[in-house]
């Protein structure tokens, strides 16, 4: 596996549209005015290659300002590694210019497209080696707040679905903001490889393809089988909270639009009681979603994971806010090692409906 972290700066010399579809993470984008005239043939000697080696045998001149912007702050016992798209073509000539002014530079063999095959390959064997726990909640706002509870304590969390969807909400996803499934993918093995593969790494349920994006084979697999755990939370708390974190209830009747848009839409006779309810307030609408629409649906979902023998206790709590899901998620059996005592669940249960005080979830 290729490590990129020892390098004090990273240097892609392609153009900016070609920087901004996938690049190593961490990377800056610089390319001389000859190769922002447009993408360049791998491997072909052209006009514009001749001026970038002409360009890099003035040595004696500067800098471009650009690339000196970049470099000027790093000492020269600082490494820097170049790369571009065309095994050498474009990258050779900055490094050498960079080298004959003093500074180390490392160029990548290969370029990005050796890169692309780095990022395929890692795809293909870190998730098999990481200890996956899924959390599986009907609204992604939900997962967040579960995730970022388990993070405050000190556990490794990965949120996929944030990585496919740069906004996204729990009614419908804007596909039109995620990234290209190269830049994902990058962003993805960058993630994993910083994580202990000795120690859980919790996961949001995520479907196989989100909009354009779709897991790695390898991923998918892992997520699938991973153990699965719950979430149980008061309806009032949830309904208040999705109130909070979904901007689209702010258009009631375009939310409901919105829904009856999506893939498997609920009847008509559905969407016509909750337009209805609109006029008695946001909260009922908001409750008759979640409980007549999302979680049926989200629940057909979990049929099969719940059945796998390695299923997950959930997790209780009376509350999803930060403070309140942090107690829940210390006093939650499967990353506590043990099973909480009776004042915790007493601490957890209390709100919930249907559970007794002292009784373990």
């Given at each position: 596996?290729?490590?990129?972290?020892?390098?004090?700066?990273?240097?892609?010399?392609?153009?900016?549209?070609?920087?901004?579809?996938?690049?190593?993470?961490?990377?800056?984008?610089?390319?001389?005015?000859?190769?922002?005239?447009?993408?360049?043939?791998?491997?072909?000697?052209?006009?514009?290659?001749?001026?970038?080696?002409?360009?890099?045998?003035?040595?004696?001149?500067?800098?471009?300002?650009?690339?000196?912007?970049?470099?000027?702050?790093?000492?020269?016992?600082?490494?820097?590694?170049?790369?571009?798209?065309?095994?050498?073509?474009?990258?050779?000539?900055?490094?050498?210019?960079?080298?004959?002014?003093?500074?180390?530079?490392?160029?990548?063999?290969?370029?990005?497209?050796?890169?692309?095959?780095?990022?395929?390959?890692?795809?293909?064997?870190?998730?098999?080696?990481?200890?996956?726990?899924?959390?599986?909640?009907?609204?992604?706002?939900?997962?967040?707040?579960?995730?970022?509870?388990?993070?405050?304590?000190?556990?490794?969390?990965?949120?996929?679905?944030?990585?496919?969807?740069?906004?996204?909400?729990?009614?419908?996803?804007?596909?039109?903001?995620?990234?290209?499934?190269?830049?994902?993918?990058?962003?993805?093995?960058?993630?994993?490889?910083?994580?202990?593969?000795?120690?859980?790494i919790w996961v949001g349920d995520v479907d196989s393809q989100v909009g354009d994006l779709r897991l790695p084979g390898s991923m998918a697999v892992a997520l699938g089988a991973a153990p699965t755990a719950t979430?149980?939370?008061?309806?009032?708390?949830?309904?208040?909270?999705?109130?909070?974190?979904?901007?689209?209830?702010?258009?009631?009747?375009?939310?409901?639009?919105?829904?009856?848009?999506?893939?498997?839409?609920?009847?008509?006779?559905?969407?016509?009681?909750?337009?209805?309810?609109?006029?008695?307030g946001r909260a009922g609408l908001v409750a008759s979603v979640l409980t007549d629409h999302l979680d049926r649906r989200h629940a057909a979902r979990l049929v099969q994971r719940l059945a796998k023998p390695n299923?997950?206790?959930?997790?209780?709590?009376?509350?999803?806010?930060?403070?309140?899901?942090?107690?829940?998620?210390?006093?939650?059996?499967?990353?506590?090692?043990?099973?909480?005592?009776?004042?915790?669940?007493?601490?957890?249960?209390?709100?919930?409906?249907?559970?007794?005080?002292?009784?373990?979830?």
């Open positions: 596996m290729q490590d990129f972290s020892h390098y004090a700066l990273v240097i892609d010399v392609r153009t900016r549209e070609e920087y901004e579809d996938d690049h190593i993470p961490d990377a800056v984008q610089f390319s001389p005015a000859v190769v922002n005239q447009g993408p360049l043939v791998p491997g072909v000697i052209d006009d514009r290659s001749r001026a970038l080696v002409a360009q890099d045998s003035a040595s004696d001149g500067e800098l471009p300002a650009a690339l000196a912007d970049l470099v000027s702050p790093l000492k020269f016992d600082k490494a820097i590694l170049v790369y571009c798209g065309r095994g050498g073509l474009d990258s050779l000539p900055v490094a050498r210019a960079l080298r004959w002014r003093g500074w180390t530079v490392d160029v990548l063999p290969g370029g990005w497209i050796n890169y692309r095959r780095w990022v395929e390959a890692g795809m293909e064997v870190l998730p098999r080696m990481m200890a996956f726990r899924v959390i599986a909640t009907s609204l992604g706002g939900e997962t967040d707040r579960v995730l970022n509870a388990l993070a405050t304590v000190g556990h490794q969390v990965l949120n996929v679905e944030a990585l496919m969807v740069r906004r996204r909400g729990s009614i419908a996803f804007h596909f039109a903001q995620q990234p290209s499934q190269a830049w994902f993918e990058s962003q993805l093995l960058q993630r994993l490889r910083s994580f202990d593969p000795r120690k859980p979430l149980e939370v008061p309806l009032a708390e949830r309904v208040e909270r999705w109130l909070e974190d979904e901007s689209a209830w702010a258009s009631p009747f375009a939310a409901i639009d919105a829904i009856a848009a999506l893939e498997s839409p609920p009847d008509g006779r559905v969407l016509a009681r909750w337009k209805e309810l609109v006029l008695r299923g997950l206790a959930p997790l209780v709590a009376d509350s999803l806010r930060p403070e309140r899901l942090a107690l829940a998620v210390r006093a939650w059996h499967p990353i506590s090692g043990a099973r909480p005592t009776s004042q915790q669940c007493d601490e957890i249960s209390s709100s919930v409906p249907g559970r007794r005080p002292g009784s373990v979830p």
